[in-house]
């Protein structure tokens, strides 16, 4: 949580890589959510559709990794 926290605040482009081989794109600060206290156990990541949310559990996330995500990406 600590890593996704640190990338968005950066308002950097960086990956999230989930247990079931997906990887979520965030493209910035403003495509990803977490809770303010940072206690949170859910993420909320928006896109790549405009009206698109995924509510990612902490426990489902594998890697973070930054850089933009390729055509391989969700």
Not at 9 to 36: C, M, Y
Not at 49 to 58: A, K, L, N, R
């Amino acid at each position: 949580m600590e890593k996704i926290r640190e990338f968005a605040q950066a308002n950097q482009p960086f990956r999230i890589h989930l247990a079931d081989t997906r990887v979520l794109e965030i493209k910035g600060r403003d495509w990803i959510s977490t809770h303010p206290s940072g206690q949170g156990t859910i993420v909320t990541v928006y896109g790549p559709g405009d009206d698109e949310e995924h509510w990612v559990p902490i426990r489902a996330i594998t890697n973070v990794s930054v850089g933009e995500a390729n055509s391989q990406g969700t």
